[in-house]
C-alpha cells in the first residue's frame, strides 16, 4: 500500500519506510539508526549481543525536514538497532536469522532507489547520504566540538566531483563546525565516525558518491528543535543545487 500527496509516494514494505518522491530526484537519504526504540520489541525478537545497540534519536525528523525542504527519495530502516544493524554486512548485522528478510529488504529498496536515480540522471549526478547522529566527539575535536562530521572511508566513496568538500564549504560558511576527511587520517588511528558499511558498499557497488553525515546531539534534542530545522533546510538548500 502506497500514500502520500503532491510531492511523495510513502509506503511500507517489511519494517522499511521507503519515500520516493514524485518529481525525479538524484538524491537518496538512508537512515539505518532511527526506527523503533528497542524497548518497543523487547522480549518479542532476539536481540544482538554483539556490536553497537544505541539508536540514534531523532535523526529522521531532521530527515523529514530536509524531504519537505526538496525533493529527494529516503529509506528509513524500523527494526530497531538493538535486532538488527542496518549498516553492517549482513554476517555482523544480526543474530536472529528470522531477520534477514527485513535486512535485505532495507538494502534491496536503497539498490532499487539508486538504479532509478541513476536511469534518470546519471552516475555522476546520484548521491547517497546515509544519516546517522553522534554523542561523542572526535579525539582530535577542537575545544568547541564538531556539528557535522563527514565520512567517506577518507574519500573512497567520492567518485566524481568533490561534493564532500563543497558541502563541507557550504556549511562553515553558515557557521556550522564540520570535520571533512582528507585522503589520509588524521594521525594512525583511523578517522573517527569515517563512513561504514553503506559507504563503502553502495559507491563500489554503483559506482556513485556517498557520505556518511553524521549530526551532533544538539541538533536532535527537544531543546534544539530550532537548531535542527535550520540545519536541515540548510541541507536541503545545499541539495536543491543538484
Known amino acids: 500500500m502506497k500514500v502520500g500527496n503532491e510531492k511523495y ?4 514494505e517489511c519494517f522499511c519506510m521507503v519515500v520516493e518522491s514524485v518529481v525525479s530526484s538524484p538524491i537518496v537519504i538512508s537512515v539505518p539508526h532511527d526506527g523503533l526504540p528497542n524497548g518497543a520489541l523487547s522480549g518479542l525478537l532476539n536481540t544482538r549481543e554483539k556490536g553497537l545497540t544505541l539508536r540514534d534519536s531523532n535523526v ?6 530536509i524531504l519537505i525542504g526538496c525533493p529527494a527519495n529516503a529509506i528509513r530502516g524500523m527494526i530497531p538497532r538493538g535486532f538488527v ?10 543474530e536472529d536469522t528470522a531477520l534477514r528478510v527485513p535486512y535485505e529488504t532495507y538494502h534491496r529498496n536503497i539498490e532499487c532507489l539508486l538504479q532509478t ?11 547517497l547520504l546515509d544519516v546517522h547522529g553522534f554523542g561523542d566527539q572526535p579525539r582530535y575535536a577542537p575545544p568547541e566540538g564538531y556539528d557535522i562530521v563527514l565520512g567517506t572511508n577518507n574519500r573512497s566513496s567520492i567518485r566524481y566531483g568533490e561534493p564532500d568538500r563543497n558541502l563541507a564549504e557550504f556549511l562553515a560558511s553558515l557557521g ?6 582528507s ?7 583511523p578517522d573517527a565516525l569515517n563512513g561504514g558499511f553503506t559507504t563503502s558498499r553502495y559507491s563500489n557497488l554503483f559506482g556513485v558518491n556517498v557520505i556518511q553525515i553524521e549530526i551532533a546531539r544538539k541538533y536532535r534534542t527537544k531543546e534544539g528543535t530550532a ?16
Open 183 to 189: 585522503e589520509r587520517t588524521i594521525d594512525s588511528r
Open 85 to 94: 544493524d542496518y549498516n553492517r554486512s549482513y554476517e555482523h548485522a544480526l
Open 227 to 242: 537548531l535542527g530545522k535550520r540545519l536541515a533546510s540548510d541541507l536541503a538548500a545545499f541539495l536543491s543545487r543538484k
Open 176 to 181: 556550522y563546525r564540520v570535520f571533512l576527511p
Open 60 to 65: 529522521w525528523p531532521l530527515v523529514r525536514d
Open 9 to 12: 509516494g510513502i509506503r511500507q
Open 117 to 127: 536515480a541513476i536511469g534518470s540522471h546519471g552516475k555522476e549526478q546520484c548521491l
